[in-house]
């Protein structure tokens, strides 16, 4: 039996989504919502590493995340780059990223407790389906020694209801698509609105290892 879905993100997010195009011309100024959304979840304080001001200055897509344990610090992150064997990373404020293939969490840098590596694919092709079915996932991950363990997950990943996500200027009629995954004496669920013609992930849970938990993280528009 899937578990019930979470509400996604805290209500606070319904401020952020709306961001602005502006272009910048100076390596330091950022769009203003993008700016207040970065440093919500940023460490830092100063001004943002370069390559989130050039993306910011690019109009790169933005997405807007927020750890489940402290849910009132949402973030954006911007889209760095995308890699020949589509891997995409995002950037915050401060130079965290998390990267992402199909739409599938597969690393983290500059959290705390990182996914150094993980092999998804058999999941991305069962939830890009719609589909039931089994599947293992490999995660590399930094424990609280500071030191890399590889954990093996086996999840049971199977369709769910309908939702209709909120993206601030319009509404995406979505199919959502539950991971339930133990393995490691551990247990998480993951959770991934999709928009049923294009198979896009619009909306996610997912789980980034023992130390950060849950990230939920929701696609936003300009």
């Given amino acids: 039996m899937t578990r019930a879905l979470p509400v996604i993100l805290a ?3 319904a401020a952020l989504i709306g961001l602005t195009g502006c272009a910048n011309t100076e390596i330091t100024l950022l769009s203003p919502a993008i700016e207040q959304a970065a440093r919500r979840f940023s460490r830092a304080e100063a001004a943002p590493v370069p390559a989130f001001a050039a993306a910011d200055r690019a109009g790169a897509p933005v997405m807007i995340a927020a750890l489940d344990k402290t849910p009132d610090r949402a973030a954006a992150f911007l889209r760095q780059s995308v890699s020949q064997d589509g891997v995409s990373t995002w950037i915050t404020l401060d130079g965290s990223q998390m990267m992402f293939r199909d739409g ?5 840098r500059g959290l705390t407790g990182d996914v150094l590596a993980a092999d998804a694919g058999e999941s991305a092709a069962l939830i ?18 500071d030191q890399a363990r590889r954990l093996a997950f086996r999840c049971q990943i199977a369709p769910n209801r309908a939702d209709l996500v909120d993206l601030g200027q319009i509404q995406v009629q979505t199919r959502t698509v539950v991971e339930d995954c133990r393995g490691n004496g551990m247990d998480f669920v ?4 999709l928009e049923p013609r294009s198979r896009e992930i619009i909306q996610s849970g997912q789980w980034a290892g023992p130390s950060n938990g849950k990230i939920s993280m929701r696609k ?3």
């Fill in 11 to 13: 209500p606070l997010l």
């Fill in 128 to 145: 890009r389906a719609l589909g039931t079915g089994v599947a293992t996932r490999i995660m590399t991950v930094i424990d609280g020694e």
């Fill in 190 to 193: 993951n959770y991934y609105w």
């Fill in 104 to 108: 599938l969490l597969v690393g983290t």
């Fill in 220 to 222: 936003a528009l300009r």
